[in-house]
């Protein structure tokens, strides 16, 4: 989702799909990305697959993602938790525990927890914005010839598109990540929109300074 291009993409539009291999080769993509799944179809089948906990393929994404409907920065407001559909296999190297629109120009799409008092614990009672504050906005970006909420990064070249799994209060939204014009890898992950999660925005990043030894990623130096 966050960190490194990957080097393929499927691209489904209506009932045409195409893999991009590197930005050189259009070959013809596996027939699940022809489905023409229903939106409450598609909601149904990724709130099972979230409520499993289970590991599920971009490429039986694809199609899901395509379905469902768009939403507005507006309906997008607030404090996620989220996680990604990797069958919980792989630990977070930042504790990431989710995302916040606070407004158009405030966002923190990584928010995470700090390293406990001792080495390989976590912290769940802090969550801050990892590197730091606000480093996204929010806006109305067509993809797929659809309008929907998006993530744009300030200082690296990924967005965030999200569409609706599940409307309302406790709203949960589909991100799917597009960096550089490729999927990135994870390329999907799913946001539950929380109520009472205060965020520290004064925590001091202790997985960049001091003498804690989390190994930090690429983004916090680039951004
Ligand atoms: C913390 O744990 C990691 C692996 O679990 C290890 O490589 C590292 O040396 C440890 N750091 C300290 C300060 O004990
Ligand atoms: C973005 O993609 C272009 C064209 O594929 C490539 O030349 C460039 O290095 C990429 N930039 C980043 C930051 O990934
Ligand atoms: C790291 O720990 C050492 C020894 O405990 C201390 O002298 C030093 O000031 C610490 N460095 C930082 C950046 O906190």
Not at 41 to 59: C, F, K, Y
Not at 115 to 131: A, E, R
Not at 132 to 144: F, G, L, M, T
Request: hydrophobic share 40%; proline share 9%; with cysteine.
């Amino acid at each position: 989702m966050f960190f490194s291009p990957s080097i393929s993409a499927a691209i489904c539009s209506g009932i045409v799909c195409f893999s991009i291999v590197g930005s050189t080769s259009v070959v013809p993509s596996p027939p699940s990305c022809q489905v023409n799944m229903d939106g409450p179809a598609a909601q149904q089948q990724v709130l099972r697959h979230i409520s499993a906990g289970e590991a599920v393929p971009a490429e039986a994404l694809h199609p899901l993602w395509s379905a469902l409907p768009p939403l507005s920065v507006s309906e997008a407001i607030g404090t996620y938790r989220g996680g990604y559909f990797d069958g919980g296999k792989k630990p977070s190297p930042i504790n990431w525990f989710g995302k916040q629109i606070a407004s158009e120009n405030a966002v923190n799409p990584l928010l995470c927890h700090p390293p406990g008092p001792t080495n390989g614990t976590v912290n769940k009672d802090v969550i801050f914005p990892y590197p730091r504050k606000d480093i996204a906005r929010a806006r109305n970006v067509e993809h797929q010839g659809v309008v929907t909420a998006t993530i744009i990064y300030n200082k690296v070249p990924l967005m965030d598109y999200f569409r609706v799994v599940r409307p309302g209060k406790d709203l949960l939204i589909l991100g799917k990540s597009d960096w550089n014009g490729s999927l990135a890898e994870p390329a999907y992950f799913w946001l539950e929109r929380v109520e009472g999660v205060e965020i520290k925005f004064d925590v001091t990043n202790p997985m960049v300074k001091g003498n804690v030894t989390i190994k930090h990623i690429d983004f916090a130096e680039k951004d």
